[in-house]
């Protein structure tokens, strides 16, 4: 176990709604990245977070927005929710500002179906 | 953009049988990365090359990094059960020191 988490495990929701996603990162770890993984594909990189500002973003529209707090927990907002949104939303912790050269520590993900 | 491809997609052998799955970058590589994701888990760190070369072993896995730094292989001998799941290769995205590019992956399964 990595020692983060993630909650809620499986959410469902209809196009158009918004939705929240919470992560903790395992402790001393001060970076948080979030990635989408559609099925049958690998993860994709969202953005990262590093001491509670964006440290980087991949290529998703604004609609897909995040913070993290002081603790380092983070939270993942999507906004007018599409069916191309279902998917396994991953967050990993790691103790570098930078994901590209630090091991990152997944979570178990949280399981969005858009309805 | 950068990319990172991987063959097989899928592989299926008898237990026992070798595996090897490939990994390769449209970009030089300052280093990659290796996870496996069991069905229905999440992606698990493996491994981290950074040389040009490197030879790295974890019991029966070998990983290699080419000499170009733009591809990578894992090669599992006399695979078991419990190696079953989807192996991902995942190297730095377009010069960013913050972005992981994964591969799609190879998905492993053994036949008792």
């Known amino acids: 176990e990595t020692g983060v988490t993630q909650s809620p495990t499986h959410l469902i929701k209809t196009r158009g709604q918004q939705v929240t996603l919470r992560c903790s990162s395992q402790s001393g770890h001060n970076t948080v990245s979030w990635y989408q993984q559609a099925l049958g594909q690998g993860p994709q990189f969202i953005f990262q977070?590093?001491?509670?500002?964006?440290?980087g973003r991949g290529n998703f529209p604004p609609r897909f927005s995040g913070l993290q707090f002081p603790n380092y927990s983070s939270e993942l907002n999507v906004n007018a929710l599409e069916l191309d949104d279902s998917a396994l939303y991953l967050c990993?912790?790691?103790?570098?500002?930078?994901?590209?050269?630090?091991?990152?520590?997944f979570g178990p993900g949280t399981r969005l179906t858009v309805l | 953009g950068q990319q990172v491809m991987q063959i097989p997609q899928y592989q299926h052998v008898q237990e026992g049988e070798d595996f090897t799955t490939y990994c390769n970058s449209s970009t030089t590589l300052s280093n990659i990365q290796w996870y496996k994701q069991r069905p229905g888990g999440h992606p698990v760190f493996l491994i981290q090359l950074v040389k040009s070369g490197e030879v790295k072993k974890q019991k029966r896995l070998t990983f290699q990094f080419g000499e170009a730094k733009k591809n990578s292989s894992l090669h599992i001998t006399a695979t078991q059960t419990t190696d079953v799941g989807t192996y991902f290769c995942a190297g730095p995205g377009g010069g960013s020191n913050y972005k992981l590019t994964f591969g799609k992956g190879t998905l492993l399964t053994v036949n008792p």
């Open positions: 977070y590093y001491r509670e500002e964006e440290n």
């Open positions: 990993a912790s790691s103790t570098a500002r930078g994901a590209s050269t630090d091991t990152q520590y």
